[in-house]
């Protein structure tokens, strides 16, 4: 059909009127077809000009992308640049970027709301190259004439990984429950033996004078078990705790301005307590796919527990108010740093302060194990559930008297990925 068309045209002004109508329906057809094609595929398709003003978009366009509204190819909105008719800033910018610095043949992932839900989508930008056939109709050269996007709505299959994600994490809970069972088997002796013990003297008695043992020595047995029992009830309740689901809605989120908001957060109680916060964020900030409140109250129970590691070695009431110079040798230090590695997003939170020993270090992230006094165990479990839930990994570092690191890495979904070479090449 193209090389009909190109002939065609070549003798178009040697065709009769006939010919020419017969030229037109062969072109209405296939524009039809085409059209036709472009509204049944399932991936949203949009085509702007050289300047980025939307020509044409298919139905799915409208269902996938945060459109600010209806928009119909006839109206003047259209001589809007396609950056403004998106409904998302993140979607908006990258869309902006790509036309500001020619970034081509690249894609990205965001997530936006929509009808209370969270929905993912990949967005592919690519250049529009059409022929140019010169006089002779012999030969051609290629230009770009415009962009085409493509968005695919890949909701289903996150949400299909993140389920598979938790089913996986539910193996985990086989430990947890066995250290539950070791906790409740203690509380669960002491009761056992005490009721023994208030069995036997009530038996005692009934076979001697008849007369119970004295109020006292009942007391103090029932005093026991209902102290067991409530031992008993914070064990239930904590495990509760432990193994409730991470209740995460995920979305992307630009990493380092989280960090950043959060630390703003903490800051002014560090400063309180002389305790230096030094802030060390990475130029580049992917988005990652994470749930900003789990992900403040990861970075606050981390700094928290560097901060009263510190407070242990450098304890305020150990300085004089008035010696300012003493007051700084002895200050702490917490810095909290970002970088990016090998496809993943590293958070680092180091303290100088009083470290861990080797057998605190290897328990660190068990149920119930702590060495605080009025410490439920459950903080760090908590955070480890959090970080595996964003699918990440978490160690720590530590050398008792001299400070601790914690790294946090997240892997980085599809960010700037590109689809064949970036720029104009072979257009």
């Given at each position: 059909m193209k090389e009909f068309v190109k002939k065609a045209s070549q003798k178009i002004s040697k065709l009769s009127d006939e010919q020419v109508v017969q030229l037109l329906d062969a072109l209405n057809k296939e524009n039809d077809t085409l059209d036709s094609i472009m509204e049944s595929l399932s991936t949203a398709l949009l085509i702007v000009n050289e300047n980025w003003v939307l020509k044409q978009k298919n139905k799915a366009s409208e269902r996938i992308l945060p459109f600010k509204h209806q928009y119909s190819l006839e109206q003047k909105e259209h001589s809007l640049f396609l950056w403004d008719l998106i409904d998302d800033e993140a979607i908006s910018s990258f869309l902006h970027v790509c036309a500001k610095e020619q970034k081509l043949n690249v894609s990205e992932e965001f997530s936006f709301s929509a009808t209370d839900k969270i929905h993912f989508v990949n967005i592919s930008v690519m250049p529009l190259v059409q022929k140019m056939w010169h006089k002779n109709g012999d030969s051609y050269d290629t230009c770009v004439v415009g962009y085409i996007i493509t968005a695919e709505d890949i909701t289903e299959k996150r949400q299909q990984e993140i389920l598979l994600h938790r089913m996986e994490s539910l193996a985990s809970l086989t430990n947890l429950a066995a250290s539950v069972a070791h906790e409740i088997k203690n509380p669960l002796g002491a009761i056992s033996i005490h009721i023994q013990l208030l069995q036997k003297a009530i038996k005692k008695a009934r076979e001697g004078d008849g007369l119970l043992p004295q109020e006292k020595f009942v007391?103090?047995?029932?005093?026991?078990?209902?102290?067991?029992?409530?031992?008993?009830?914070?064990?239930?309740?904590?495990?509760?705790?432990?193994?409730?689901?991470?209740?995460?809605?995920?979305?992307?989120?630009?990493?380092?301005?989280c960090v950043k908001k959060i630390c703003e957060f903490f800051?002014?109680?560090?400063?309180?307590?002389?305790?230096?916060?030094?802030?060390?964020?990475?130029?580049?900030?992917?988005?990652?796919?994470?749930?900003?409140?789990?992900?403040?109250?990861?970075?606050?129970?981390?700094?928290?527990?560097?901060?009263?590691?510190?407070?242990?070695?450098?304890?305020?009431?150990?300085?004089?108010?008035?010696?300012?110079?003493?007051?700084?040798?002895?200050?702490?230090?917490?810095?909290?740093?970002?970088?990016?590695?090998?496809?993943?997003?590293?958070?680092?939170?180091?303290?100088?302060?009083?470290?861990?020993?080797?057998?605190?270090?290897?328990?660190?992230?068990?149920?119930?194990?702590?060495?605080?006094?009025?410490?439920?165990?459950?903080?760090?479990?908590?955070?480890?559930?959090?970080?595996?839930?964003?699918?990440?990994?978490i160690n720590v570092d530590s050398v008792k008297g001299h400070g601790t690191v914690f790294t946090i890495s997240i892997p980085i979904p599809q960010s700037g990925t590109p689809l064949l070479s970036n720029g104009r090449e072979g257009a």
């Open positions: 007391e103090n047995y029932l005093d026991v078990i209902n102290e067991e029992i409530d031992a008993l009830n914070k064990i239930v309740l904590d495990f509760l705790f432990a193994v409730r689901p991470v209740q995460a809605t995920l979305q992307l989120s630009d990493a380092n301005l800051k002014p109680e560090f400063d309180s307590k002389n305790v230096k916060l030094l802030l060390k964020l990475s130029e580049e900030s992917p988005r990652l796919l994470i749930d900003e409140k789990l992900f403040k109250e990861v970075i606050t129970n981390l700094a928290q527990n560097s901060l009263a590691a510190i407070n242990e070695r450098f304890p305020l009431d150990a300085v004089e108010p008035e010696c300012e110079s003493c007051r700084e040798f002895n200050s702490g230090e917490i810095v909290i740093e970002t970088f990016v590695k090998n496809e993943k997003y590293i958070l680092t939170i180091a303290d100088n302060g009083n470290g861990m020993d080797e057998k605190t270090l290897s328990r660190i992230f068990e149920p119930y194990y702590t060495t605080k006094a009025n410490g439920t165990g459950l903080g760090l479990t908590m955070v480890y559930k959090i970080i595996k839930e964003f699918r990440g990994d």
